[in-house]
């Protein structure tokens, strides 16, 4: 959420950012709704501070002008409640403003791609996807995950649960040691968190809503860790706080339809490792921790030895709480083609103005916090890159050297 002061003293930034973000708001609505709020809340001030003058006053009061405050006082409050609804409806589909370093673009065709890394694999033989090598080796069963679970479900097996965990558990453990603090995270979550960490009202389809509970499935452990600290006042010395979560994710796929309908690149359910930082109000600081956050995904992936490309995102395709976004594509010969595999994202104050997240300075100002967040590893999407990357001309995938010691062997095989 952005400072409706803000919104007033740049108005023009404001439009063309949400025209970049292809996101459509009622500016001129939003402006005269915020006019009749600001003056409401001039009279509700100051019938309440004549209410206290005449109450101070005891049995001197006048009692008649006290009965006409009280009916006044009760028909602003009332009125002033309706325009703050309707006034926050409108600031939430305001988005936020993207750095001058991001292309403007209405697509995905519009992102920029910034480096590379690894050779891309040179095969002596017709290479499979990951769903003949899965079936051959006997390492995924979609056809009985569809049976118990519906589309998009699955079972992994064999040696591709055992590389999921381990996957999962080096990741965890690589970033822990870095200093960031482990956390396991519920997957059930209020909706204030989809407000506040900006996917709400935007992407509701997306999400699963258990309406007995009222409880939403998270899609990415971003959503509840931002929120860990929500409406809390923090010390300035205690920042930055730098957490690795691991969460069972879900996602609805709504927006997908026919895309990636087979195999385990597109699912419902997924287990994923998420970096998330709570910083200072410092807009160098925070690239600094945006780069650092890329740096520990590409790490990640050069352990692994997977080929990979960063891309700079567009306006268009960044979504709408980023300031800046990079995703991470990594090379699927399956594909013939990169496929993505992380996004690493800066939200400027945007998500704690919505969570109320905020600090004190050395100064003893309060002010909004930073958040950023990047996916650390996904899974099973990971293993489709594994699987592709590291096939074998007899059928047989090799594991990663990293990952062997945790699953006792270096190749899987028939």
Same mark, same amino acid.
């Given at each position: 959420m952005l400072d409706i002061n803000f919104i007033r003293e740049n108005l023009d930034l404001c439009e063309e950012a949400a025209k970049n973000k292809n996101r459509q708001v009622e500016w001129h609505k939003l402006l005269e709704l915020d006019d009749r709020r600001r003056d409401l809340i001039g009279k509700v001030e100051t019938l309440r501070n004549e209410? /206290? +003058? +005449? @109450?101070?006053? *005891? =049995?001197? =009061?006048?009692?008649?002008r006290a009965k006409h405050i009280k009916e006044d006082l009760k028909k602003n409050e009332e009125e002033l409640r309706s325009i703050e609804e309707r006034? /926050? @409806? +409108?600031m939430l589909t305001v988005p936020n403003i993207p750095d001058k370093s991001v292309p403007i673009g209405k697509d995905e065709s519009g992102n920029k791609e910034i480096k590379k890394w690894g050779k891309i694999p040179k095969f002596s033989f017709a290479p499979k996807d990951h769903i003949a090598l899965a079936k051959v080796l006997d390492l995924i069963d979609f056809e009985r995950g569809v049976k118990v679970g519906g589309f998009r479900s699955y079972f992994l097996k064999n040696e591709a649960a055992q590389l999921e965990l381990a996957l999962l558990f080096y990741t965890f453990q690589k970033l822990v040691g870095k200093g960031y603090t482990p956390l396991l995270a519920p997957s059930l979550v209020r909706e204030f968190t989809l407000f506040g960490n900006g996917?709400?009202?935007? *992407?509701?389809e997306e999400v699963y809503h258990l309406e007995k509970d009222d409880l939403y499935l998270a899609g990415t452990a971003e959503v509840p860790v931002t929120a860990y600290l929500s409406d809390e006042i923090l010390n300035e010395k205690d920042l930055p706080q730098k957490f690795v979560a691991f969460s069972t994710c879900f996602r609805r796929e709504a927006g997908s339809y026919g895309k990636d309908t087979k195999g385990a690149y597109r699912l419902h359910q997924f287990n994923k490792i998420e970096q998330v930082i709570i910083s200072t109000n410092d807009m160098n600081n925070s690239f600094?921790?945006?780069e650092e956050l890329l740096t520990n995904a590409e790490e990640i992936l050069q352990d692994l030895k997977l080929p990979y490309r960063v891309l700079l995102m567009c306006t268009g395709?960044? *979504?709408?709480p980023q300031v800046k976004k990079y995703d991470i594509e990594t090379w699927m010969p399956g594909r013939s083609g990169y496929g993505e595999t992380m996004s690493n994202s800066f939200m400027g104050d945007f998500q704690a103005r919505r969570l109320k997240i905020r600090y004190k300075n050395k100064e003893g100002k309060t002010m909004y916090c930073h958040t950023l967040n990047n996916t650390a590893i996904a899974s099973p999407r990971i293993l489709v890159a594994l699987f592709e990357n590291y096939q074998q001309a007899d059928g047989s995938i090799k594991i990663p050297k990293v990952l062997q010691p945790l699953i006792g062997k270096d190749v899987i095989s028939r």
């Open positions: 209410r /206290n +003058i +005449i @109450s101070q006053q *005891g =049995a001197d =009061a006048d009692r008649e006034f /926050n @409806s +409108i996917q709400f009202p935007w *992407g509701r600094t921790l945006h395709d960044m *979504g709408e």
